[in-house]
């Protein structure tokens, strides 16, 4: 019945664990959630308030497939300014949320067979939609020993004269990396001197007011020579806590190829709400953006080194600091030994391993017996990722809940015994 493209299809597992929460919680623990990547900040009022007020005026209907011109001249302005390069606004294409850049990317340049480099440890939707068009996949390793962030030299080792894509992700999702000024033009010289020309760089950039340690955002799309072979990502879901609001934007290298995602946004979703649209300008355009964007990334800061501090200080667990983003990636191998969770994995059959992994064992533990919703490595781009030991935590939420939430995971790991009865009670899946 159903098409034999879907099973090269991959999902999000950070809302597919919804049901486990739901069944823990039923089961009668209260969850501390470390899964989900969204701000526990509303939209600031000066933008709700211009949404709310479209949608009174009767601001709801049909509007143009590539995005209101208000607001994609605001977003060519904004890019302009921060980039240092010249955006037309007619090279700008609107879309609901950040996905439909990934999904329209790899429709547009990539066919049956070609390479697909996408960084692994990295955000699920890469992977999933390069196995989807049937393009061969090239994980780009990204390295702990490297702070997670992107390194050059990892990079040169994999492009071949069958790369037609290279995506790239600074500030990181889930490890928080930040590739540097320095690296990043070593990165473009990379792409310049190795890379076919007709190799496209795409470049997520969602969370690139969400730095660290006085770094300033740095993309590839400032590089020389890079603008014109360069699609930009970047949104509203971030850095205005508006990811209910599904807003997200592309920059193409030219206005041709600006007319191909419009005309894939007529095919998928008709246009883009407008009275979102317009409240999306004013979180450009408002000054007081910036303010309410400071005391997000300020309370992010805060929590990055309260839980880090915290996961530090406990038997088997040693994580690196984020420079960016709001989550953190610990590494657990030694908990993973410690429980007896890398035993317990290589007691699996083949088919049972294809599914899991020691992480995955991890995170179904901390969730059904101590209430920590977390993320295990496999979730984020599985292919190569065989004997890495993360889990990613989320700091979007209240300093109160991110210390018992490290606090139970510290009592977890020291729990042999009860692991060893979890798996022997059956692991849900």
């Known amino acids: 019945m159903y098409a034999d493209r879907l099973k090269n299809l991959g999902t999000e597992n950070a809302f597919k664990l919804g049901d486990h929460i739901i069944a823990a919680t039923a089961a009668g623990l209260d969850v501390v959630k470390f899964n989900l990547g969204e701000p526990d900040f509303d939209a600031p009022m000066h933008i709700a308030k211009v949404g709310m007020e479209q949608i009174e005026a009767g601001n709801s209907h049909y509007t143009a497939p590539a995005g209101i011109p208000g607001l994609r001249q605001a977003i060519a302005r904004q890019v302009s300014e921060t980039r240092g390069i010249d955006v037309d606004m007619n090279r700008v294409v609107v879309h609901p949320g950040a996905k439909p850049s990934?999904?329209?990317?790899?429709l547009t340049y990539v066919n049956p067979g070609d390479e697909v480099i996408y960084p692994s440890p990295g955000f699920p939707v890469y992977e999933s939609w390069v196995t989807f068009v049937e393009a061969k996949p090239v994980p780009l390793r990204i390295r702990e020993s490297a702070g997670f962030a992107l390194r050059p030299d990892d990079l040169a080792e994999l492009i071949t004269d069958r790369t037609r894509l290279i995506m790239l992700n600074t500030p990181s999702n889930p490890c928080g990396g930040v590739v540097g000024e320095e690296d990043m033009a070593a990165i473009a010289q990379v792409i310049a001197e190795k890379a076919h020309p007709d190799c496209r760089v795409f470049t997520d950039e969602v969370y690139e007011y969400i730095v660290f340690d006085g770094l300033t955002h740095s993309s590839i799309i400032s590089q020389p020579g890079m603008e014109e072979r360069t699609v930009l990502l970047s949104g509203h879901s971030k850095t205005y806590a508006m990811t209910g609001w599904r807003l997200g934007y592309s920059v193409l290298p030219t206005v041709e190829e600006a007319e191909i995602f419009k005309n894939l946004n007529i095919n998928f979703i008709s246009c883009t709400p407008p009275f979102i649209q317009e409240a999306g300008r004013e979180a450009l355009e408002n000054p007081q953006s910036a303010v309410e964007i400071a005391k997000m990334v300020e309370a992010f800061d805060r929590r990055r080194k309260l839980v880090v501090e915290g996961l530090n200080a406990i038997d088997g667990v040693t994580c690196v600091m984020p420079r960016g983003a709001f989550y953190v990636f610990p590494n657990i191998t030694g908990a993973c030994e410690n429980v007896g969770a890398i035993d317990a994995f290589n007691a699996m059959?083949?088919?049972?391993?294809?599914?899991?992994?020691?992480?995955?064992?991890?995170?179904?533990?901390?969730?059904?017996?101590?209430?920590?919703?977390?993320?295990?490595?496999?979730?984020?781009?599985?292919?190569?990722?065989?004997?890495?030991?993360?889990?990613?935590?989320?700091?979007?939420?209240?300093?109160?809940?991110?210390?018992?939430?490290?606090?139970?995971?510290?009592?977890?790991?020291?729990?042999a015994d009860g692991f060893a009865d979890f798996v022997a009670q059956g692991v849900p899946s």
């Open 349 to 415: 059959s083949p088919e049972e391993q294809a599914k899991s992994s020691p992480s995955t064992l991890m995170q179904m533990f901390l969730l059904y017996r101590y209430g920590v919703a977390t993320m295990d490595r496999p979730s984020f781009c599985r292919l190569g990722s065989e004997g890495e030991n993360y889990l990613r935590l989320s700091t979007a939420t209240d300093d109160e809940s991110l210390l018992e939430g490290v606090r139970r995971i510290g009592d977890a790991v020291q729990d």
């Open 102 to 106: 990934i999904t329209y990317t790899l």
